[in-house]
């Protein structure tokens, strides 16, 4: 129904579930979409008021954010990638700002605060040009020239890792650096140490690469965080089914079942009456020949250890238990493809499959106990063919396990990027500062209103270097420019702001 107009809105009618009436305005006339400069200006604010965020993670002396979601799940976090997709960003430009950082994590690892900040800086000198009426594709031209001169000094500059593996020193100090802006960096050398060798046992050096499927990463709360362990095989969180069978297994053989120990249940509705005792009985001996018919047939395959990725009631656990065969319920599909690989085992759907070719074989098998909750897990150890690892994370609560796993997680990365190509450069803002300096040389040979770009894209790259600064409590603007006029007069291109107040600027000379 349409309703008459209101001065220059035009109304309309509708009727809710319960008749009542209610008029819709329509405002559409009144809306004006953004074209040109202003366009450009309100997409650049958008995506820099996500950067002003994540600038004050950045670095050593970062803050961490402390992040609630809308059911109160609070997470304390300085990862960049995890700050931005626990944002709420809305905007389809502060959207670009989130995927960029979670590419930068998926591909690298690591960096994911430095490259948001760095799209800030860029943006914010991008809205400069355009204040002075550059066209925004002589300014994209202009960046992309200057980063071609930065990319090709970065070659230029970077250092080498030496490193073999009887000679892990450099990794480990490399791994170490990573962790100098994280909550567990109280711990650094132990935790380096812990991702180094847990990439280095999956790692296949001929090829130059790293499978992270074979790294499983189990928190567990209680404890310190210094208790954090690394653990050649497969730990699951889980305990034996019950309390009375074996807790250590040696030389185990090991069925992985994905078939329930029940009897089998028509797939149609059925009704069954039972009208006599006798019959009550018949039916409970036939159900408890389906258990031990189930139960022998793992005793005959010659398995010495049960693990179902179903449930199993009183009765089998009893019988199982009876015929002293641990077991192990409730073990989820990923743990269970990732101990058939590691032991060798086939998954078997049907207990008729069974048989001594499918078991797998595991050195030790033991279930351990934490705290004085008694909270029980159990490791596999040992296991032949593969070389597939667990870090076991201790810590006071889930939010300090959950940051311990994303700082070895960005570790970790490191240590494999450092695997498939060993060539560094140093941080503190040193690469930037020496990128910065070679592109306004290189800017004094382009002709043309591109200059004007390339000169905003060496300032933009200062902006990481004073961001530096300022978190360490630096005044940025003099700490840049000693910087720049040691860089300058001793030709080092390692030469950083003093983030760690160690008395040196030499970053080489920090790590």
């Known amino acids: 129904m349409q309703a008459p107009k209101l001065g220059n809105l035009t109304q309309s ?3 809710d579930e319960f008749g009542q009436p209610f008029i819709i305005l329509r405002e559409q006339d009144k809306q004006s979409r953004l074209r040109g ?3 450009h200006k309100a997409n650049i604010l958008a995506a820099l008021s996500v950067a002003k965020i994540m600038r004050t993670s950045l670095g050593p002396r970062g803050m961490d954010k402390i992040l609630v979601s809308p059911d109160g799940d609070v997470t304390v976090t300085n990862d960049g990638a995890t700050i931005l997709q626990k944002m709420d960003v809305t905007h389809e430009i502060g959207k670009l700002l989130v995927e960029l950082s979670k590419s930068q994590d998926d591909e690298i690892g690591d960096g994911t605060t430095g490259v948001v900040v760095m799209a800030g800086a860029l943006l914010e000198e991008a809205e400069k040009l355009l204040d002075k009426g550059i066209h925004p594709i002589r300014i994209a031209q202009g960046f992309e020239d200057a980063c ?3 990319v090709d000094h970065l070659a230029k500059i970077a250092d080498r890792v030496p490193w073999t593996e009887k000679k892990l020193d450099a990794l480990y100090e490399t791994a170490s650096t990573t962790l100098g802006s994280k909550i567990i960096s109280r711990f650094q050398k132990q935790m380096a140490k812990i991702a180094v060798d847990a990439v280095l046992s999956v790692a296949d050096l001929k090829r130059k690469d790293v499978n992270f499927e074979l790294i499983k990463m189990e928190g567990k709360v209680g404890g310190r965080l210094e208790d ?5 095989g497969v730990v699951l969180d889980k305990e034996m089914s019950h309390s009375q069978m074996a807790k250590e297994i040696k030389d185990a053989k090991i069925a992985i079942l994905t078939c329930a120990f029940e009897p089998p249940k028509p797939k149609t509705k059925h009704k069954l009456d039972i009208t006599t005792a006798e019959a009550y009985k018949d039916l409970y001996e036939r159900e408890q020949k389906y258990f031990k018919d189930m139960v022998q047939k793992c005793k005959d395959s010659g398995a010495t250890l049960i693990l179902c990725q179903w449930g199993f009631d009183d009765e089998a656990n009893h019988l199982l ?3 002293k065969l641990p077991s192990v319920r409730w073990v989820g599909g990923v743990e269970i493809e990732l101990i058939a690989i590691a032991t060798g085992a086939r998954i078997v759907p049907r207990f008729a499959d069974l048989a001594p070719e499918k078991l797998g074989k595991a050195g030790l098998v033991r279930e351990i106990s934490f ?3 008694n909270d029980k897990m159990i490791i596999i150890e040992k296991c032949p063919l593969s070389k597939a690892v667990t870090v076991l994370i201790r810590g006071g609560n889930q939010m300090i396990i959950d940051e311990a796993k994303r700082s070895l997680h960005d ?9 498939r190509d060993n060539r560094i450069v140093y941080g503190g803002g040193a690469a930037e500062i020496a990128c ?3 592109i306004s040389k290189f800017a004094d040979s382009v002709s043309g209103i591109e200059q004007y770009a390339v000169r905003s894209f060496a300032d933009a790259l200062e902006q990481i270097p004073i961001t530096l600064a300022e978190n360490s409590g630096l005044p940025p603007i003099p700490a840049l420019a000693s910087v720049r006029k040691a860089q300058i007069e001793q030709q080092c291109h390692h030469l950083g702001v003093d983030c760690l107040q160690k008395g040196t600027l030499d970053m080489k000379k920090q790590r």
């Open 321 to 323: 238990l009876q015929s």
């Open 371 to 373: 705290g004085t909750q």
């Open 148 to 150: 071609q001169v930065a």
């Open 37 to 39: 400069k202003d366009a």
């Open 13 to 15: 009618i509708a009727f």
């Open 411 to 419: 570790a970790m990365c490191v240590t494999r990027n450092l695997i």
């Open 228 to 232: 954090t362990m690394l653990v050649s």
């Open 436 to 438: 910065s300096l070679e």
